[in-house]
């Protein structure tokens, strides 16, 4: 017999922490005027500015439709510019602005934050990080195989 209660689905385990995230960083990233996608992208682009959009949507699992509509509120912001390449101009590349360069020394200490707040050693915030990549990408082929 199958056990249907909602405190032992492993599915709303990790849709609970979900929100509890969101939670946790609304305030952080309320300070810098950022929604959480927001925080992502810029994530991305601290790696490596001047990425494409279909980069970053790899990178963020987004397809462009959900994508360009949050990169217009952050160029609007003055956050980010989008430009067309030279080389292909079928490729809009994303290039951060002063402000959100300057953003990234107040978010390096977020990460930080999040693990004190988890009473989590960083040992254990990574095994939870690498098994939740796995099991991601576990259902990722599942899915894309059926």
């Not at 199958?2 to 946790?24: E, G, I, P």
């Not at 462009?64 to 490729?91: C, F, I, N, Y």
Request: net charge neutral; hydrophobic share 45%; aromatic share 6%.
């Amino acid at each position: 017999m199958t056990n249907l209660k909602l405190d032992q689905q492993l599915c709303f385990a990790v849709y609970s922490a979900a929100h509890a995230f969101t939670r946790f960083y609304r305030p952080l990233l309320g300070a810098l005027g950022l929604t959480y996608p927001q925080y992502l992208v810029l994530l991305v682009l601290w790696e490596r500015d001047g990425q494409t959009v279909s980069a970053i949507g790899e990178k963020l699992l987004l397809d462009s439709g959900t994508l360009t509509p949050l990169l217009k509120r952050m160029e609007a912001m003055g956050l980010v510019t989008r430009k067309r390449a030279d080389h292909d101009e079928r490729q809009v590349l994303v290039h951060l602005l002063p402000p959100a360069m300057a953003m990234k020394s107040v978010a390096e200490g977020f990460p930080q934050q999040m693990v004190a707040a988890s009473s989590c050693s960083g040992e254990e915030i990574d095994i939870l990080r690498r098994t939740l990549v796995g099991l991601r990408e576990q259902l990722d082929a599942t899915t894309a195989a059926a």
